[in-house]
């Protein structure tokens, strides 16, 4: 009897642990960090073997393998706006961006065709860095302006001879503040140099279920509201400030 006294509590360590939200929390960001990995192995040779290398073809292996994730995360996804994804040819995408979670949304509504532009260190994370390659996803060093701004003008260039969309975070960085951050102008530069739509998407605010400060990962709903396509026919380098203005307001109201 002694014996069961000392154990109960022992017992109740692993209880309260699975019921803490700060336990919930790190155990689903760690499995969410694993079980893309292992996706993205899975990824890797599926890739290899359809596209021989690195081609934006591969996006549909990673699109297929990445949607049944928000399962397994206790998330659902909402989509509007469909629609305004059936164009033809190029386009650029804008959205915000809050969190690594962003990556379901994207796999949700990622037109064929379509790869995105990452920072340069993503491509060291792995199995996640080799399938981001081998999807063709165009990575920027945002310390050096210069080199990003020369990759991102390739990128317009590609965009028409390849008939690629590129997925764009304008923002240049995650923000879980609710609101926007104030547009970088590389999204704007690519979109009118290529002289091809704007479809901005918007992405509901995650504080009901994800803080990362306060370490809570509940189940939840993302929203993704798409919005009808801003045109550039007919800009120049001189509209690409109020054609940033245009689009960050666009993104406030919705
Ligand atoms: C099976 C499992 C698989 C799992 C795999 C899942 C795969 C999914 C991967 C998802 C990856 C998501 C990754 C997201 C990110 O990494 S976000 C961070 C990287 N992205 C960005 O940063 C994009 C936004 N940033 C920009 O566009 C910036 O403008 C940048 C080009 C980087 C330059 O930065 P910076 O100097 O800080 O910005 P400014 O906007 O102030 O620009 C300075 C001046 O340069 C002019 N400029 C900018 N771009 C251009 C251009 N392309 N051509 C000409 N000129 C340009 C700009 O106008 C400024 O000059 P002025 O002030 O206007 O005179
Ligand atoms: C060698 C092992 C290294 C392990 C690293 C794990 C990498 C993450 C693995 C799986 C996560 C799912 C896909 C992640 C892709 C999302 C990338 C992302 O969101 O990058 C943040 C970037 O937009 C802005 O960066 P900052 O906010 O400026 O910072």
């Avoid at 991102?152 to 997925?167: G, V």
């Avoid at 979109?191 to 189940?219: G, L, W």
């Amino acid at each position: 009897m002694d014996a069961l006294w000392m154990v109960s509590p022992l017992l109740l360590v692993p209880l309260l642990l699975w019921t803490s939200s700060t336990f919930t929390f790190y155990f689903k960001k760690f499995f969410y960090v694993a079980w893309m990995m292992f996706l993205a192995l899975l990824a890797i040779p599926m890739s290899v073997v359809k596209s021989g290398g690195r081609d934006i073809e591969n996006m549909r292996i990673i699109r297929f393998l990445v949607r049944h994730v928000k399962y397994l995360l206790g998330l659902q996804i909402e989509v509007s706006g469909q629609e305004h994804l059936q164009l033809q040819g190029p386009y650029v995408i804008i959205s915000n961006h809050q969190s690594s979670l962003d990556v379901l949304g994207m796999m949700e509504i990622l037109p064929d065709r379509c790869t995105t532009i990452a920072k340069k260190e993503l491509i060291y994370a792995g199995t996640v860095g080799l399938i981001c390659w081998l999807g063709g996803i165009v990575f920027i060093n945002r310390k050096k302006t210069s080199d990003a701004k020369n990759v991102m003008c390739d990128a317009a260039k590609t965009m028409l001879e390849d008939q690629i969309r590129l997925w764009v975070f304008p923002e240049g960085t995650r923000n879980q503040q609710g609101d926007l951050l104030p547009f970088k102008k590389g999204a704007f530069h690519l979109a009118v140099q290529a002289q091809v739509p704007i479809i901005p998407v918007v992405f509901s605010s995650y504080n009901s279920f994800y803080h990362r400060k306060e370490k809570q990962f509940n189940s939840g709903t993302i929203r993704l509201k798409i919005l009808p396509k801003i045109e550039t026919k007919g800009m120049s380098s001189d509209d690409v400030s109020s054609l940033a203005d245009k689009s960050y307001q666009v993104g406030t109201s919705s």
